[in-house]
Nanobody, 114 residues
Framework: QVQLVESGGGLVQPGGSLRLSCAAS????????MAWHRQSPGKQRELVAA???????NYADSVKGRFTISRDNAKNMVFLEMNSLKPEDTAVYYC????????WGQGTQVTVSS
């Protein structure tokens, strides 16, 4: 049974940084195209960053240059380093496959506010 557990969110001021973590069980991350998604109140869930099984990455235009996705194959974890955070980055962040094929975890809340 696949389980994805996100952590690392919190309240941060504009311009600040956070590092999100996702621990996966029941699946092998290094064999899967993984991604971080986010959902703000009243908006649809959107893909923020993705990393292929080969290690290639791509990002939504809104976060390009500020966010970095990575993974630790040995720990079966995926990370999202977020810098220069903006109020519009406020959302619940989830990890999943790029297509969102696995059961969604509880997510981790990121709030960017002064």
């Amino acid at each position: 049974q696949v389980q994805l557990v996100e952590s690392g969110g919190g309240l941060v001021q504009p311009g600040g940084s956070l590092r999100l973590s996702c621990a996966a069980s029941g699946m092998i991350i290094r064999l899967t195209n993984m991604a971080w998604h986010r959902q703000s109140p009243g908006k649809q869930r959107e893909l923020v960053a993705a990393i292929t099984s080969g290690g290639s990455t791509n990002y939504a235009d809104s976060v390009k240059g500020r966010f970095t996705i990575s993974r630790d194959n040995a720990k079966n974890m995926v990370f999202l380093e977020m810098n220069s955070l903006k109020p519009e980055d406020t959302a619940v962040y989830y990890c999943n496959t790029r297509s969102g094929a696995k059961p969604w975890g509880q997510g981790t809340q990121v709030t960017v506010s002064s």
